[in-house]
């Protein structure tokens, strides 16, 4: 069984940065994509960033891209979410997921995400 742990989330001031890191428990290979997601207080969970199995393609939402990146360490099951220039409409539970298998496409979908993580809350304060 597959368990996500995020860790990294806390409470900054907008311009600076976070890194948030996602381990899973089980070894690499039953895992394809890993994605993050977030949700803000009222709204629904979104789309943030993912990446595939060998990490050569990453994929963003529009409203974090070129300030956030998603990478992976596959030998320590570990994939990270570096959050750069925070603003105040960043704040939101962030949640790890991950795929064991993803098509083409699915990546921004939470539906396609068989596992997910607890979550750790971000807070960006103006």
């Known amino acids: 069984q597959v368990q996500l742990v995020e860790s990294g989330g806390g409470l900054v001031q907008a311009g600076d940065s976070l890194r948030l890191s996602c381990t899973n428990s089980?070894?690499?290979?039953?895992?394809?994509?890993m994605g993050w997601f977030r949700q803000a207080p009222g709204k629904e969970r979104e789309f943030v960033a993912a990446?595939?199995?060998?990490?050569?393609?990453?994929y963003y939402a529009d409203s974090v891209k070129g300030r956030f990146t998603i990478s992976r360490v596959n030998a320590k099951n570990t994939v990270y979410l570096q959050m750069n220039s925070l603003k105040p409409e960043d704040t939101a539970v962030y949640y790890c997921a991950a795929q064991r298998f993803a098509p083409s496409g699915s990546y921004y979908y939470s539906r396609a995400y068989d596992y997910w993580g607890q979550g750790t809350q971000v807070t960006v304060s103006s």
């Open positions: 089980e070894r690499t290979f039953s895992i394809d994509a």
């Open positions: 990446i595939n199995w060998s990490g050569d393609s990453t």
